[in-house]
T-cell receptor, first 115, second 114 residues
C-alpha cells in the first residue's frame, strides 16, 4: 500500500511535443506529491510539487495534474526540449509526527527528447 | 552553500570488505536521508534521521547495513561485509524541519562490489 506506480518506464518525444508521465497510489495518508528530475551522474532535484487540495499546479512548461478521487497524478512537460532529457521520478510523502516524513518514489521514467 | 557533500564519489571493493560511505548535510537541515538506487529497484529509502536520531530504518536491507549520525554535520552508512548485490548508487539527502520540505540530494556514491 506504500507503493507509487509510475508509467511509462521510458518515453521518447520530439522537440516541441508534450511529455506525459503518470503515477498512481493507494495510500490516502500521502499528503504531498513532488516530482524529481535526475540527470545522468547527478542526484535527483526537486522539479515541482503539489498538495492534494489542489488539482493542478503549473510552473513554466511543467504542470502537475492531480486527481484525488482516482489517486492519480501526472506530470506534463509542454514544448519539450532536448535539455529536458532526464529521468523523472514521482513521489509521495508519508508524514511522520513532525513536519516531514519519508518520500516513496515511483520507479522513474527516462525521457528522451529528440531534436 | 556547497550543498550535500558525499564521499567517496566512487568505491570499488571486493566481496567481504567493509565499506563506509560518508555524508555532510546542508547546514541547518534537521533531516538526513540515505537512499539506494539500482536499475531493478529504483530509488529506495534506507533510513532517515531527525536531529541526529534515527526515525525509520525499515528500509535497511539487512544487518550488514548500519548508519550513524554522530552530529548534525556528519553521517555514515556502513556495509560489513559487502556483497556484489550491494552494488548501487547511494545517495544522501537533507531537508529542513518545517513545512513541505524539499529534499536536497548529494551527488551520490557509486559502489561496486566485486
Amino acid at each position: 500500500q506504500q507503493q507509487v506506480k509510475q508509467s511509462p518506464q521510458s518515453l521518447i518525444v520530439q522537440k516541441g511535443g508534450i511529455s506525459i508521465i503518470n503515477c498512481a497510489y493507494e495510500n490516502t495518508a500521502f499528503d504531498y506529491f513532488p516530482w524529481y528530475q535526475q540527470f545522468p551522474g547527478k542526484g535527483p532535484a526537486l522539479l515541482i510539487a503539489i498538495r492534494p487540495d489542489v488539482s493542478e499546479k503549473k510552473e513554466g512548461r511543467f504542470t502537475i495534474s492531480f486527481n484525488k478521487s482516482a489517486k492519480q497524478f501526472s506530470l506534463h512537460i509542454m514544448d519539450s526540449q532536448p535539455g529536458d532529457s532526464a529521468t523523472y521520478f514521482c513521489a509521495a510523502l508519508l508524514r511522520d509526527s513532525g513536519n516531514t516524513g519519508k518520500l516513496i518514489f515511483g520507479q522513474g521514467t527516462t525521457l528522451q527528447v529528440k531534436p | 552553500d556547497a550543498g550535500v557533500i558525499q564521499s567517496p564519489r566512487h568505491e570499488v571493493t571486493e566481496m567481504g570488505q567493509e565499506v563506509t560511505l560518508r555524508c555532510k548535510p546542508i547546514s541547518g537541515h534537521d533531516y538526513l536521508f540515505w537512499y539506494r538506487q539500482t536499475m531493478m529497484r529504483g530509488l529506495e529509502l534506507l533510513i532517515y534521521f531527525n536531529n541526529n536520531v534515527p526515525i525509520d530504518d525499515s528500509g535497511m536491507p539487512e544487518d550488514r547495513f548500519s548508519a550513524k549520525m554522530p552530529n548534525a554535520s556528519f553521517s555514515t552508512l556502513k556495509i560489513q561485509p559487502s556483497e556484489p548485490r550491494d552494488s548501487a548508487v547511494y545517495f544522501c539527502a537533507s531537508s529542513r524541519l518545517a513545512g513541505y520540505n524539499e529534499q536536497f540530494f548529494g551527488p551520490g556514491t557509486r559502489l561496486t562490489v566485486l
